[in-house]
């Protein structure tokens, strides 16, 4: 089916572990996401994409690690999980000007 | 400092009266306004949008206007149903930017009574 899917949907870790989130989208969308959202909170941006191998910074980046070798795939990294970055992850993607396109999120807790 | 704000964090409603969800913002450079509704263990979806250069988008039952002056936007839901009851939120986006790289308020919960 068209659209993104996230993997793992669920993830529980241990403090300093690495981690990867997986997103892939079947759209072509040219912009990709990353956002985390926190209980209670809205949605914060932590990295995006313009395109293959074109990544930037977003709101609140540290302690992630994103790549884009392939259009469709934007994985997410977190290298040493800390208990802070227990959230819900979001992918999602979107044309030039368009709205965001989400996956249904990826839930991680990090004891 | 929180540039999007919804300053309600829950709103409950009867089934088929007005919803009415609201969204101020502070930075004059935000040019395009979205509402999503994310519904629980599920990722947002885009409700819909307004340019800064009108005052009113309606799509069906929705209706999102926006007061540039005051810098504050509604979501106006008529009638309200059931499945309307969701998490919605509004984001922001600056001028010359992608609308994914959005400002997010916390969001509100509304609950429609059957």
């Known amino acids: 089916d068209a659209g993104i899917t996230q993997s793992p949907r669920y993830k529980i870790t241990e403090t300093g572990r690495q981690v990867t989130l997986m997103c892939h989208q079947t759209?072509?969308?040219?912009?990709m996401f990353w956002y985390r959202q926190d209980l209670g909170h809205g949605l914060r941006l932590i990295y995006y994409s313009a395109a293959a191998d074109i990544t930037d910074k977003g709101e609140v980046p540290d302690g992630y690690v994103v790549s884009r070798s392939k259009t469709e795939n934007f994985p997410l990294t977190l290298e040493s999980a800390t208990r802070s970055q227990t959230s819900v992850y979001f992918c999602a993607s979107s044309e030039v000007t368009g709205e965001l396109f989400f996956g249904e999120g990826s839930r991680l807790t990090v004891l | 400092d929180q540039q999007v704000k919804q300053n309600s964090p829950s709103l409950s409603v009867q089934e088929g009266r007005i919803s009415i969800l609201n969204c101020d913002y502070t930075n004059s450079m935000f040019d395009y306004f979205l509402w999503y509704k994310k519904y629980p263990a599920e990722g947002p979806t885009f409700l819909i949008s307004?340019?800064?250069?009108?005052d009113k988008n309606e799509d069906g039952r929705f209706t999102v206007f926006l007061n540039k002056s005051a810098k504050h936007l509604s979501l106006h839901i008529v009638p309200s149903q059931p499945g309307d009851s969701a998490v919605y939120f509004c984001?922001?986006?600056?001028?010359?930017?992608?609308?994914?790289?959005?400002?997010f308020g916390d969001g509100t919960t509304l609950t429609v009574k059957p």
């Open positions: 307004i340019s800064s250069i009108k």
């Open positions: 759209w072509s969308h040219s912009y």
């Open positions: 984001a922001a986006r600056l001028i010359n930017t992608n609308a994914g790289k959005s400002t």
